[in-house]
């Protein structure tokens, strides 16, 4: 019997160590791939610019996606001592992570991990950002075409002097004009009348 629990205890401590191999000899790239929010200044206008980064692997190979709220190329990275790189062509740029597994490093940004959730939520938020901004740029033209309509209406009227013309002309432009403002429309696009 003692014999029997010895093997037992040999099998299960063997069995023990191979999990333990496999585990330790599992891909360290791995832990990179996922989803990755960011923000960066824009280089354009210095706006802070949301980026969602994707890293996946393909058979062998691990690919990014620089931002995968807009239309990009999935890039090849490379592995170098358990560090995955990106190319850039003059040189490559490391992959690091910050104090914990859940932060990324890459040129002086820092990306968090996020879930599909979150991505999901991200890009509802965008769509209705940009629905709200088509329904307003629809409100704005609407305010400009009954502008030019009623200056037009007024200028079509025989019987008055350029005097009133003017005053009324201003009064019409200066009523517009405030409800255009209190849309939220911008002033660079307000038409300019003489």
Not at 40 to 65: M, R
Request: charged share 30%; hydrophobic share 35%.
């Amino acid at each position: 019997k003692m014999e029997d629990i010895m093997h037992f205890l040999k099998s299960l401590l063997c069995l023990s160590c191979a999990l333990l191999l496999c585990s330790c000899s599992s891909d360290s790239y791995e832990k990179y791939i996922g989803l990755w929010e960011g923000h960066q200044k824009s280089l354009w206008d210095g706006s802070d610019v949301l980026k969602i980064l994707e890293i996946t692997k393909e058979g062998d190979s691990f690919l990014a996606k620089e931002n995968i709220l807009v239309e990009s190329k999935a890039m090849l990275l490379s592995k170098n001592d358990n560090q995955l790189l990106v190319n850039t062509g003059i040189g490559s740029i490391p992959i690091a992570f910050g104090a914990d597994k859940d932060t990324l490093l890459v040129e002086g940004n820092s990306y968090k991990r996020i879930t599909q959730e979150r991505v999901d939520e991200i890009k509802s938020d965008i769509k209705k950002k940009k629905e709200e901004e088509e329904r307003k740029k629809i409100l704005c033209k609407n305010i400009i075409k009954e502008l030019n309509d009623e200056i037009k209406n007024m200028n079509s009227q025989k019987n008055i002097d350029s005097k009133q013309t003017t005053e009324r002309k201003n009064t019409i432009v200066k009523k517009y004009k405030e409800k255009y403002t209190a849309q939220g429309c911008s002033l660079n696009s307000f038409p300019i009348f003489f």
